[in-house]
């Protein structure tokens, strides 16, 4: 069975850029979570969806967006991006629909110079 | 939003020695807790999910759930030195939330 994908791996981008990332969850798995990790912060919430429905927001700027599809699939986009959103990014996806095992994908590290 | 509180080590064993991690969350609704293994440049990986009051065994790990004193922690038997990583716990941030809220993780030497 095939774990939670994420793509791209790394990414370089320019202060002001906008970036999507993208995450395919586990089979069967109709919640996604994605979470933000830096030394300092540890991991942080971003959003969860469920059904294509967004049900929580973290504590971040607008600039930080997200959406699902029908096949649960999930992305999520950064928008005029600042140095501070140089992080891990992780998505996790879950079977139920409240918090439960989630599983991680391998993340996407993002650099942004 | 619920806090999930780690100690913060960093926690030093020998081989072979028990490493003991733990966990105290503020939600006394709560009723399930994991537990993720997270080397250095990788993604959290769960290897112990409870989900009662008391004790779960998995192998050389065994996790405990104490819901009246509101602590979870984790115990690595004959710890190794492949066990050496950041250990996060992870609990709903409350009574039927969707999400999971992470401790900060407490980062385990195992010398050889």
């Known amino acids: 069975k095939a774990g939670v994908t994420q793509t791209p791996r790394y990414l370089i981008k320019t202060r002001g850029q906008q970036v999507t990332l993208s995450c395919s969850p586990i089979s069967g798995h109709r919640s996604v979570s994605w979470y933000q990790q830096t030394p300092g912060q540890g991991l942080q919430f971003l959003f969860e969806y469920f059904s294509e429905t967004q049900r929580n927001k973290g504590n971040f700027p607008g600039r930080f967006s997200g959406r699902q599809f029908s096949n649960s699939r999930s992305e999520m986009n950064v928008s005029t991006l600042e140095l501070g959103d140089s992080a891990l990014y992780l998505c996790?996806?879950?079977?139920?629909?409240?918090?439960?095992?989630?599983?991680f994908g391998q993340g996407t590290r993002l650099t942004v110079v | 939003q619920k806090e999930v509180e780690q100690n913060s080590g960093p926690l030093s064993v020998p081989e072979g020695a028990i490493a003991s991690l733990n966990c105290t969350y503020s939600d006394r609704v709560s009723q399930s807790f994991f537990w993720y293994r997270q080397y250095s440049g990788k993604s959290p990986e769960l290897i112990m999910s409870?989900?009662?009051?008391g004790d779960k065994e998995d192998g050389r790990f065994t996790a405990q759930l104490n819901k009246a004193s509101q602590y979870v922690s984790l115990l690595i038997r004959d710890s190794q030195p492949s066990d050496s990583a950041t250990y996060l716990c992870?609990?709903?941030?409350?009574?039927?939330?969707?999400?999971?809220?992470f401790g900060k993780g407490t980062k385990l030497s195992v010398i050889p």
């Open positions: 992870a609990g709903p941030s409350g009574a039927g939330s969707y999400q999971l809220t």
């Open positions: 996790a996806s879950s079977l139920l629909d409240r918090a439960t095992e989630a599983f």
């Open positions: 409870i989900y009662s009051n």
